[in-house]
């Protein structure tokens, strides 16, 4: 029996990134996952990767009618969760006198708002013994320059992790987070040329304790333990970044 058969998974923003390897890694060992994101493309390209096994849902983290229809298709498709891995989030680099109102609100609409109503919508679904991950970040322990809008986003997903934790206690719900740090997950080739991302890259492998970047899968192996496996863990914070923010 594989080790995740019959299990039932929401992941927020599954079709890349981290969501889409947990995805991946939870539908190889049995479960069945709902993955939400925002491009109906790139959920549709998801979805024929992860097989029968997945629904893929186009969902704004960031509206709250969307949460709602994400738990309404929830229950509809799934009855109970057993796992939610509250993903979904956006990077935004601005130095902090250039930081605009809109990106400001933009990043605490997806980042923190949003992770806070799903969890809050879809823990009535949730089984007794259950288990939420959060996804927040190195960010929000060290002072990176040009993230402090990213960070402040992510240290509220860090409080929230605690405040959830306590709230769900009698309903038997696990909290926690996990915090990437230097991963090569395809962000940067987006956000800039393919040169400028090498040499980025490049940096932050050799200022890394590691010497290296970290990979998706890494972080999916992290959350789906803090989702099933640390049964005895909650309202902690689980670094994945090399030693980064910690050595």
């Known amino acids: 029996m594989s080790k995740y058969e019959g299990k039932k998974v929401v992941i927020t923003g599954g ?26 493309a790139t959920l549709d390209a ?25 738990a309404d298709r929830t229950k509809a498709e799934f009855g109970t969760v057993d796992a939610l891995f509250a993903n979904a989030g956006v990077n935004g680099f601005a130095p902090f ?13 997806i980042n923190a708002k949003g ?26 322990v060290l002072g990176l320059p040009m993230l402090s809008a990213y960070a402040a986003g992510k240290a509220a997903l860090r409080s929230m992790t605690r ?3 306590r709230e769900l206690l009698p309903r038997k719900i696990r909290v926690n987070a996990v915090s990437p ?16 991302a090498e040499q980025t890259k490049a940096q932050m492998a050799a200022d890394n304790p590691i010497l290296r970047l970290g990979t998706p899968s890494e972080v999916a192996r992290a959350v789906a333990f803090l989702a099933f496996d640390a049964t005895f863990t909650t309202g902690a914070e689980l ?9």
């Open 46 to 70: 998801a979805r024929e990767r992860l097989g029968d096994r997945a629904i893929a849902l186009r969902s704004d983290a960031a509206s709250l009618a969307d949460i709602d229809a994400l």
């Open 115 to 140: 992770p806070y109503f799903t969890v809050q919508k879809l823990a009535p679904l949730m089984t007794e013994g259950s288990g939420v991950v959060l996804t927040t970040s190195v960010a929000n």
């Open 163 to 165: 405040s959830l934790a």
């Open 97 to 109: 006198e250039a930081t605009s109102e809109e990106l400001f609100d933009q990043l605490m609409a």
């Open 239 to 247: 670094a994945v970044d090399g030693g980064g923010s910690q050595l």
């Open 181 to 196: 740090g230097p991963i090569d997950s395809g962000i940067l080739e987006k956000s800039m040329p393919k040169e400028a």
């Open 15 to 40: 079709s890349s990134g981290f969501g889409l390897a947990t995805a991946q890694l939870l539908v190889a060992e049995g479960a069945r996952v709902l993955i939400t994101g925002r491009t109906q």
